[in-house]
């Protein structure tokens, strides 16, 4: 079984789990093991999900000012969980092929394994939501229409990006190519490099 065969169902499983309340404050209830690379995906997918839900919310035209000051500040909170969890999943796959030796004349990625994986968590939350619009009772047929030839083209995406991750892991796992991964060093959360933090002390 390929990751990304393994990491669909998991992201699907994560996703459905959410809409049985569909509520954003919902605790999360794990299946698997902690600490596992399932556990991980799991968890990342959920947080995605979560995430989905805030940006809906505070798009609202009517949202009362406090509460989406409040909602900022949780949408801010999971972006940078988000960020954290896609560098622990990279640590994991260091670790995973830290015994691989590269090739003479491997070559670097554009990106690394988990930051595509992040990818692939936002596209199976796409096509549920897009899947969603397209079994709108209430939608004129236009609109179901038009949601279900963008379904076709985020299912072709997620087996283009499926594949693409795969042998990009295997092009590792061959030393063909080599990690090297970079931390997001996000700013703006930081109060010793957030001007408007470190000047409000």
Not at 43 to 58: A, M, R
Not at 167 to 194: C, F, H, W
């Amino acid at each position: 079984m390929s990751f990304t065969e393994k990491a669909n169902p998991i992201f699907e499983r994560a996703i459905a789990d959410y809409h049985l309340t569909d509520d954003v404050d919902t605790p999360i209830k794990n299946p698997y093991q902690k600490d596992s690379i399932e556990y991980r995906l799991y968890l990342k997918c959920w947080i995605d999900t979560v995430q989905w839900h805030y940006e809906d919310i505070i798009r609202d035209p009517h949202i009362d000012p406090v509460e989406a000051l409040n909602l900022k500040r949780r949408i801010d909170g999971s972006n940078q969980d988000r960020t954290d969890l896609v560098e622990d999943i990279d640590t994991y796959f260091r670790q995973y092929y830290h015994e691989v030796k590269p090739l003479p004349d491997a070559r670097l990625n554009t990106e690394s394994p988990a930051w595509a994986v992040d990818r692939l968590s936002i596209l199976a939350l796409k096509i549920y939501h897009m899947q969603e619009q397209v079994e709108r009772q209430d939608a004129k047929p236009a609109h179901i229409q038009k949601c279900k030839a963008k379904l076709n083209v985020l299912l072709e995406q997620q087996k283009d990006l499926s594949l693409a991750i795969d042998q990009l892991l295997e092009d590792i796992e061959a030393g063909r190519k080599y990690m090297k991964v970079y931390r997001q060093m996000k700013m703006y959360n930081d109060p010793s490099t957030n001007p408007i933090l470190y000047n409000n002390k």
